[in-house]
């Protein structure tokens, strides 16, 4: 596809990687910056930096795999494809060809020499030789690339719910937070969602063999950014009578924008080819949060002799989108270097007004502005 490039450059590649390594660790910065202003609790931020540091370690892992981009070493391996039109990261077909992968790195790493056995036959190479023993940085590399799948905690194309219990309301009535994320292939981007729930089934839902393996399956098969989370919210209510939707958010990670690296439309791409910012500080991450609220409960007629509790959902009337955004709620923040933001407040181009801006300053702290 035409928005697809691979990153066939040897020093592109690994500048790429390591934009991505630094972005990670500020949007901790971010997520601790909203924590100490009440908007996220510490069980949250620990979701948050969980999945972010598998994220890290996916792009780690493609680091390695891709670290001989563009050299002559001896066979042909391709290059990382990014979509450099719409979101900035690698494209979901290089994480599910991780993911085959995973599953055959015990194969690999056991017909593979040893780090210590490749390294020293690099150093007979240009000791003996006097060659530089690219073939064999290679296989290193790709040593290093099955190490790292075989660790785990990786962030996968899908990411299963797991629970977290937060109390009892009432007896027979307990209080969960599920989370689960995907990597969605239509948009190329990370997504991560939060739901709480009530639950008033006989087993808590973690231990319930019948109910936790179809709410999991349930969950993963709506994780689309395309869908409203009015639409996930209804469809989970209606189908488990004895869970009830109190709160579901969605975290879109990105696009992220580089002059170097990406060619979207829009005032961002001009604000950073005038920053001209150096290696390392030429980025601007864009972080979207979506809530919907359970406003209220409804009875429904369940059968001749029951009922079954309804969630009615709280949806913002007076937003930018209206009832139409499905949500109550919907915030934008960007995450960008502190040269980048002085040309953003320069030349302050529509539609950034109601934007957070978390600015990197020269030593890594970050601050909202």
């Known amino acids: 596809m035409r928005d697809h490039v691979g990153l066939s450059d040897t020093f592109a590649s690994r500048r790429y990687f390591r934009k991505f390594e630094g972005i990670m660790r500020h949007m901790l910065h971010v997520a601790a910056v909203k924590q100490a202003e009440g908007h996220l609790d510490a069980r949250e931020v620990e979701i948050l930096t969980r999945y972010a540091l598998k994220l890290n370690h996916t792009f780690k892992a493609l ?10 070493t001896g066979r042909f391996f391709g290059s990382l494809t990014m979509d450099n039109r719409d979101s900035g990261f690698p494209v979901a077909e290089e994480v599910m060809t991780m993911a085959n992968d995973a599953q055959q790195a015990a194969g690999h790493l056991e017909n593979m020499a040893s780090v210590e056995g490749l390294k020293d036959q690099m150093v007979q190479t ?6 530089i023993p690219t073939k064999l940085q290679f296989s290193l590399s790709q040593r290093l690339y099955y190490e790292e799948l075989a660790r785990g905690d990786l962030f996968w194309v899908q990411n299963d719910p797991q629970a977290q219990w937060l109390g009892n309301v009432t007896e027979g009535r307990r209080r969960f937070r599920l989370h689960w994320a995907c990597y969605d292939s239509q948009v190329n981007l990370p ?3 939060m739901m709480e729930l009530e639950d008033t089934g006989r087993v808590g839902l973690p231990k319930d063999p019948r109910r936790w393996p179809e709410v999991q399956a349930h969950l993963s098969a709506q994780a689309l950014g395309g869908l409203k989370l009015l639409t ?3 469809g989970f209510d209606e189908d488990f009578d004895d869970l009830h939707p109190k709160r579901l958010r969605r975290f879109h990670l990105g696009p992220m924008y580089s002059h170097a690296f990406t060619q979207q439309a829009g005032p961002l791409r001009a604000v950073l080819a005038e920053a001209k910012a150096p290696e390392g500080q030429d980025w601007a991450m864009v972080w979207t949060e979506e809530e919907l609220l359970s406003d209220r409960v409804i009875e429904q007629r369940a059968g001749w002799f029951s009922t079954v509790e309804r969630e009615v959902f709280a949806l913002d009337p007076f937003g930018a989108a209206g009832p139409d955004l499905g949500a ?13 933001f002085q040309v953003l407040e320069e030349k302050r181009p529509a539609g950034f007004g109601q934007v957070r801006k978390f600015v990197v300053g020269p030593k890594g702290r970050v601050l909202q502005y």
């Open 232 to 234: 996930i919210a209804k």
């Open 191 to 193: 997504v991560i969602y």
């Open 126 to 131: 240009i000791l003996g030789d006097r060659i």
């Open 63 to 72: 680091g390695l795999k891709y670290l001989l981009v563009g050299r002559e």
């Open 328 to 340: 109550t709620r919907q915030e934008r923040s960007i995450i960008l270097p502190q040269r980048v």
